[in-house]
């Protein structure tokens, strides 16, 4: 069996600069085909990305979120590829995240447009082989020190799901058939029967 290597690289920057959201911003533009992020600390993330399994999980999941969020018009989708700059001073970019409709059209054009100055209500971030589990479960963290509600890690190798909210451990759950959103996404389910099969 091919095994992948390991593909996230946190590259400390500091003991020489320290990493600006402009300069962060500069590196993504000059860096169009690689994935970063930025620390609080102002490290710099780098992702390759995902194998094909991966992928069509997060498009299967993505898919029950896209109809939900047409049916009930409450918010925002995003996809992997946008980079949140969150308050806390990280610049991060969610698996699959939310953002509630009226937060979302309180920003500016311009702000909308570049990385959007908020932190997600609600992220979704899927483990892949080539994910360290506690790297994301810190990430789950800084979501939620920037103000996320809601939070859903899926490890599918372990058959779990970390459910983070605020001010609360982390809930674990093994092999759930079925996710509930209440009350951060209202009426949403998320069906996981055929990850687990």
């Not at 997600?120 to 994301?136: A, C, G, I, Y």
């Amino acid at each position: 069996m091919l095994e992948l290597p390991m593909s996230t690289y946190i590259i400390d920057l500091n003991p020489i600069i320290q990493l600006t959201p402009s300069q962060f911003d500069q590196i993504c533009i000059a860096n169009p085909d690689l994935k970063l992020e930025r620390t609080p600390k102002g490290e710099l993330v780098i992702m390759s990305p995902t194998g094909g399994e991966t992928g069509n999980r997060n498009i299967e999941i993505a898919a029950d979120f896209v109809l939900w969020n047409r049916r009930t018009k409450l918010g925002y989708l995003f996809d992997s590829s946008t980079c949140f700059r969150l308050p806390n001073g990280g610049d991060r970019s969610p698996d699959l995240s939310w953002v509630e409709k009226s937060r979302w059209e309180k920003l500016s054009p311009e702000e909308k447009q570049k990385f959007p100055p908020l932190s997600p209500d609600f992220v979704l971030e899927l483990l892949s082989p080539t994910d360290r589990l506690s790297l994301l479960r810190q990430k789950m963290q800084e979501y939620l020190a920037s103000g996320t509600r809601l939070g859903w890690l899926i490890n599918p190798s372990d058959r779990e799901v970390e459910i983070y909210r605020p001010d609360c451990s982390p809930q674990i759950l093994t092999a759930p058939a079925v996710l509930n959103g209440d009350p951060v996404l209202p009426e949403f389910t998320l069906n996981l029967g055929w990850l687990w099969s």
